[in-house]
């Protein structure tokens, strides 16, 4: 068994972010992952340290897997989740 386990925000954007621009996800978890992209950008901008960046990105969230936690709604009661892209050309770029 192998573990790769991730502590920062610079290991997100330089192995995680990197593997899956190079080896992209070819089903409707493709979504999620550009979702996951987003909010990594936004933090590495810095969009998270003010209000309204913090919204946007809690807004990002509330769109993935099974969205906000009560505590997180009541903390956000100005959420509005994303629309989730529409993965529709799901076919196998890299064959190796």
Not at 17 to 24: E, L, Q
Not at 35 to 40: E, G, N, V, W, Y
Not at 41 to 63: F, P, Y
């Amino acid at each position: 068994m192998y573990a790769f386990k991730v502590t920062s925000l610079k290991e997100i954007l330089t192995y995680i972010i990197s593997h899956f621009d190079m080896y992209p996800l070819i089903t409707q978890k493709k979504a999620d992952y550009l979702l996951f992209k987003d909010i990594a950008l936004k933090m590495k901008k810095g969009d998270h340290l003010n209000k309204e960046g913090l919204q946007s990105i809690v807004d990002i969230r509330a769109t993935l897997n099974l969205g906000l936690s009560e505590v997180i709604q009541t903390a956000f009661p100005k959420t509005i989740p994303v629309i989730r892209f529409l993965i529709s050309k799901q076919e196998i770029h890299h064959p190796e």
